[in-house]
């Protein structure tokens, strides 16, 4: 027999080869002639069990050494690991992107909350990161997933840790006055804010003597359920417009709104209004400056028939379900006009008449179209024919299949002025680029082809072929 060599740092004692006394009685049915035999054979059984023993034992030796050498390998291997190495800079820029600022605030699920309880220097970096804190969307105080501890606590500590970072703020009706008294302090770094209607806002204006250096962003967003106060909002004083120095953008989202609601309007540079009454959108439209852009989105198609269309000079103007306000609207001075709709007789109508210019108005300035429907119908082809498309020089069409619209294009005069085109194919569309090529050869002298994978409003246009067009597509 031959003794086990291995490296094994646990002895077992077991020796190698193994093989029986009488192998020549393995492979027949006879019993061993003598007694002695039978002793040896015996003999051979009982060294073997307990061989099998003390190999047993090793091997639970070796299985508990085996988990503690992969448990050093695995910690180990962590310090390796590259994410060590990074600096605190890239790691707070990895946290900034964890955050959702529209997730409900919950310490238990909010990123940044999250990431702080990871190790001591993710705590360090992420309460060195102000940024992570700035974003509260308060629920109701009794909203039940978040801890027992008290909400106004929890505010106050996620507010101290965002030191001077700019806030974005979002009040639902069940915070009282007292759960978010810390966060009204602040007022002079909220940077957006959403609230429910111009009530609340009078509200907490007036409860604290607020002023919004740097308010940007001011949304007011109330559900349909709501059952609003039969009591008419008191009007924003003279002093309440001159706290909102840095105010742009506007979103309005509420079925009702007062007139008495004085804000900077020459000031905003976005205004999205949804849900209101055409002449309600008329009126905020009269008073906005002609660098914004306003995006009208359900508005109420409910109007008087005495509504007289009023002119206004903006020149960027977004439509989702809302052509009908181009009745109340003449915008010489428009110069890009997005539609996002599935289009009907009326829809057309609505839009043309808005487009062509009639003898007592001046000639439109339309230099930019974007539409975004499910197919370019005939409907289309036809707007896009008459006069109010002449002078257009930039087409941005989102459809399912736009080749009607491209053999429309190529074997006619519409649009004569485009110089930029850019298509967008969704749903379960295909355009082969080079039959586009074939099919508005005829049109310009070069055509140049082009994708990228962005959709936007402010693609740059691309001008620089001579008397050609540009075919950009947009994935």
Known sequence: ???CNSSCPVHCGATLPLQSPFPELL????????????AIIYEAIQKARMDAARVETAFVQLSARRSEL???IRKNSSILSPIRRFPAEILSQIFGRCVRPNDTFNPRRHAAWVVARVCRRWRAVALDTPELWCHFVVPDSRFPQLPQRNLETLLKMQLNRSRHAQLSIELAAGPTMLDVMDILAASARWGAVTLLNEAQFHR???HHSAHYPQLQRLCFSEPDTMQR???PSLPLDADMVNSLPALTELLWDAPIFRKQLMLPWAQLSLCEL???????FQWIVSFLPPTAHVTAIKIGRWFHPSLIAKESQIQSLRLEHSSIVLIALIAPMLKKLDLDEHLTNEDVSFITSFMNPSKSTPPSLLEHLRIR???????WIKMLDSTCARDVVRLDISCRDPRGFLEALGSGDLVPSLRTLAIRVHGTGNTDIELVRRMLAARKPTVRTESFKRWEWDFPERNDLEGGLDVVFLE
Not at 27 to 38: V, Y
Not at 274 to 280: E, Y
């Open 1 to 3: 027999m031959t003794s």
């Open 27 to 38: 492979s027949s049915n006879i019993a061993p002639s003598t007694d002695a035999h039978s």
């Open 70 to 72: 992969n448990d050093f």
């Open 204 to 206: 907490f204006a007036k």
């Open 229 to 231: 106060s039969r009591t």
């Open 274 to 280: 949804r849900r209101v009454q055409i002449a309600d």
């Open 373 to 379: 429907s499910g197919d370019i119908s005939a409907f």
